[in-house]
């Protein structure tokens, strides 16, 4: 006879009110979890999809993720002489607002070095990749953008030939592919106004000789280099970084970077937040299992009485304590897979953290147990007379 | 009768400090309870039958004395009354004056618990216990809760459960106090019958008078003594 299950059954409604609350508790674990992990997934995007083994950057800079990185445009052609080199391309990212069907949209522009990349590391869900050397994009689908629709970027009419879901950066806004031509325009786009006070400091000597009127210091943010087999990467860095102008970085000090610097005050809030409510539901399920003892100590005194080891008292409060963890669990999870995509960042919940989450669950309950056990074996079977 | 007696309680004392005073709960007690007899104890309140009761069911030690039932020496002042809970669930069987039936259980549960708990296999347990809820005319409310039996029902599934691993002394506190007397009677007769016919040591503590001829022997308590009435041939 399964006391625990007898109980549940007689009083159903509070079993499953308390099933609601712990699995929204859990769902709030699996949600913080959730968002540790898609933030870092986010901000790992590139560096970790794009295929470089090692980026040229500003010099005396830390690079495009973890602050600004201003190259000229034609370092790339220096870097692919280097011996050991095997592949460069042009690199360059930044945020824009634009202006989209009368609302104003977020994007992060994100330049490819078009032919040599077209694109073909981001997965699609729709459209097709970069086909053209200008005015196409591929954007993701946070953006509000779809397929063939036409949006104004800088000076030009870009038309949406591909579509990805989730490929947003670390602030969680969507990416926006151009060609890196087509993304130095858009950065340089400048006023009227800006081009004719720029035009008046200089006098109108450089129209006459046919240079620019104003500078046109095309800039990106990185150089991706692809080493060529068995070439060593060290003697590599160590012929870059001896221009002075540019430094160099492994793909592996950019994810540290990334992680370590750019976004650790937001990772240890977020395991704090995490921690917080780990707690927290750990206090509440121990209260309720309390409770839920308290309310069982006269069976329990008579459970003594009639000569019930303590065994069975046990076994009663930890397999309630069990089926509430494991049913609250359950309805966590499937809470979590309904409501979280529509939240505005990504919560990406592997199998992995969901088994971590399983034992944690399972040791807050193995505490409210130990808690309701404590109370339940102090009884004494002479309480049923009182 | 047997010569050997199934409870017998030696110069049981059990005294309480109350501020600068001692209370005597029980103050040397000696009382032999013998199979197939039931025993009425009477006495006001605060006269110690209940601390008597408490300390033959093995639910609190002596502060002197000793208690043997079927001939084991099982409680002392020094005894673990913890350790004593096997031999409480076979040997022992309890009614009080609330049946105290588990609310989420049905009659026949609250009967087969106490033989589940004594490793009786499931099966075996409820078919035992809905015999026994026949034998006491009660097999018709077995698959209820206990909120939807009356009184007299709830007070008879508590008998059956006190029966239910066959012991031979039964203690009952006050068994008829929350019926009417025409119930309280059909559970007096039901002691006498269990008395009589399983041949076992029945001992209850009651105030009723009105079912004073079913009893085999009369105690009466006052200021913790005892004090047996003279048997009328």
Not at chain 1, 178 to 197: C, F, G, K, P, Y
Not at chain 2, 55 to 69: F, H, Q, S, Y
Request: glycine share 8%; with cysteine; aromatic share 6%.
């Amino acid at each position: 006879m399964n006391l625990a299950w007898k109980d549940i059954r007689y009083s159903p409604a509070r079993f499953l009110l308390t099933v609601f609350g712990v699995a929204f508790l859990m769902t709030a674990v699996i949600g913080m979890a959730g968002l540790y992990r898609g933030i870092v997934d986010d901000a790992l995007l590139v560096v970790n999809r794009i295929g470089a083994d090692l980026w040229v950057v500003q010099g005396g800079r830390a690079g495009p993720f973890a602050e600004g990185s201003a190259i000229p445009s034609q370092v790339d052609r220096r870097v692919e002489g280097v011996a050991g080199v095997g592949e460069v391309r042009r690199f360059t990212q930044f945020s824009q607002q634009f202006d989209f069907e009368g609302r104003p949209r977020r994007a992060t522009i994100t330049g490819l070095d078009f032919p040599k990349d077209d694109g073909a590391w981001i997965d699609l869900v729709a459209g097709r990749h970069l086909g053209r050397g200008h005015y196409e994009a591929i954007a993701d689908a946070s953006t509000g953008l779809a397929l063939g629709d036409q949006v104004r970027l800088g000076l030009d009419r870009f038309t949406v030939v591909g579509l990805t879901t989730q490929m947003v950066d670390s602030a969680g806004d969507g990416l926006l592919f151009v060609t890196i031509n087509d993304a130095v325009a858009i950065a340089q786009r400048r006023t009227s106004e800006e081009v004719l006070l720029a035009r008046a400091r200089r006098g109108d000597q450089r129209v006459v000789s046919g240079e620019p009127s104003v500078a046109q210091d095309s800039k990106i943010a990185a150089v991706l280099v692809e080493l060529a087999p068995a070439a060593d990467p060290a003697a590599v860095r160590a012929a870059v970084e001896r221009w002075g102008d540019v430094s160099i970085l492994s793909a592996e000090q950019q994810r540290d970077l990334l992680l370590n610097a750019r976004l650790w005050k937001l990772r240890v809030q977020i395991l704090a937040f995490t921690v917080l409510v780990v707690v927290i539901t750990c206090i509440v399920v121990s209260l309720i299992i309390y409770t839920m003892t308290i309310e069982k100590l006269h069976q329990i005194a008579l459970l003594k009485l009639i000569g019930a080891r303590n065994s069975v008292i046990v076994a009663m409060i930890g397999q309630q304590a069990a089926m509430i963890g494991a049913f609250g669990f359950a309805l966590a999870v499937a809470v979590s897979a309904v409501i979280f995509p529509f939240f505005p960042r990504r919560i990406v919940i592997t199998p992995v953290d969901l088994g971590l989450l399983l034992c944690i669950d399972a040791a807050i309950c193995a505490v409210g147990s130990w808690v309701g056990v404590a109370r339940a074996l102090k009884v004494n079977a002479r309480e049923v007379l009182s | 009768m047997t010569e050997r007696p199934v409870l017998s309680v030696r110069g049981a004392k059990k005294h309480y400090p109350s501020g600068d005073s001692v209370v005597r709960a029980l103050d040397g007690v000696d009382i032999d309870v013998f199979a197939g007899q039931l025993v009425g104890i009477f006495g006001p309140s605060g006269s110690g039958k209940s601390t008597f009761l408490m300390i033959a069911g093995l639910l609190e030690t002596p502060t002197a004395g000793d208690v043997e039932i079927e001939g084991q020496h099982v409680s002392h002042p020094a005894a673990d009354l913890n350790l004593l809970r096997d031999f409480r669930r076979r040997r022992l069987g309890f009614v009080f004056q609330k049946a105290n039936l588990i609310p989420f259980l049905t009659a026949a549960e609250n009967v087969a618990l106490a033989l589940e708990i004594d490793d009786v296999p499931s099966a075996a347990a409820d078919a035992y216990a809905r015999d026994l809820l026949g034998a006491l005319d009660v097999a018709s409310r077995a698959d209820n809760p206990p909120a939807k039996l009356s009184g007299g029902e709830q007070q008879r599934v508590a008998v059956a459960r006190a029966l239910a691993n066959d012991p031979r002394l039964i203690l009952a506190d006050e068994p008829t106090a929350a019926l009417d007397s025409a119930r309280g009677r059909q559970v007096m007769h039901l002691f006498r019958r269990i008395a009589s016919e399983r041949q076992a040591g029945v001992v209850v503590v009651t105030h009723d008078p009105r079912s004073i001829d079913l009893f085999d022997r009369i105690i009466d308590f006052e200021d913790g003594r005892a004090v047996e009435r003279p048997t009328v041939p």
